[in-house]
């Protein structure tokens, strides 16, 4: 089983629509969480920090559930610049480990 | 942009071969992580350093060894580079040790093993 596993995407979604992306990981002893964003041929870039209370910013929302394992990202009225891998970060310490990402194209 | 450099930007080199990377880190920023992310893949940990002193290793043979400096500089360097070595490299820096503490990236190193 891989530490952190993502949606396979890719997502292909209109402009306006909301996307939900999903991604567990197996050390429970993590404690921080992330949500980065990289565009083609770019560096990673950090979106977001998910916390367990859920945090929001703009037309993202990260949500976290340790009991589950289990982390989101929320992407509401889509844009076009929105296309984009999304890579979903944990940090069990000492070490960083990032999901595969998940592939957006949004559309015209 | 983040501040963090890399070269050079694009390497090809063959089998057996040697290779060092470089990355100059945003000033002040004392802890530098090098990935590697294959094509299709997320970014990999092969190892983070700390005020000069190696943190936490990846999953990744000990042909894969780094330096840092006190300027803020710092290197990876792979041994007996393989086909699969192919990828691009990136580093990140950050502030400290903190889990919370969020990683400036590079451009990245697009290394070809041929």
């Known amino acids: 089983r891989k530490e952190v596993e993502q949606d396979p995407g890719p997502f292909n979604v209109p402009e306006g629509a909301t996307v939900a992306f999903n991604c567990t990981y197996s050390n429970s002893a993590s404690q921080s969480f992330f949500w980065y964003r990289q565009d083609c041929r770019k560096e990673p870039k950090l979106l977001m920090s998910?916390?367990?209370s859920g945090n929001e910013d703009g037309r993202f929302t990260a949500q976290l559930n340790r009991a589950s394992q289990y982390i989101s990202l929320l992407i509401r009225d889509s844009k076009l610049s929105d296309s984009a891998t999304y890579l979903c970060v944990v940090n069990p310490g000492f070490k960083t480990i990032f999901g595969a990402g998940t592939r957006l194209f949004v559309k015209a | 942009e983040t501040g963090v450099t890399q070269s050079p930007t694009h390497l090809i080199k063959t089998r057996g071969q040697q290779v060092t990377l470089r990355c100059s880190s945003q000033s002040g920023h004392n802890t530098v992580s090098w990935y590697q992310q294959a094509l299709g893949q997320g970014p990999q940990f092969i190892f983070q350093?700390?005020?000069?002193?190696?943190?936490g290793r990846g999953n990744f043979p000990p042909r894969f060894s780094g330096l840092q400096f006190p300027n803020y500089s710092s290197e990876l360097n792979v041994n007996a580079l393989e086909l699969d070595d192919s990828a691009l490299y990136l580093c990140?820096?950050?502030?400290?040790?903190?889990?919370?503490?969020?990683?400036?990236f590079g451009p990245g190193t697009r290394l070809t093993v041929l």
């Open positions: 998910v916390y367990s």
């Open positions: 350093y700390y005020r000069e002193e190696e943190n």
């Open positions: 990140a820096s950050s502030v400290g040790l903190a889990d919370g503490d969020e990683q400036f």
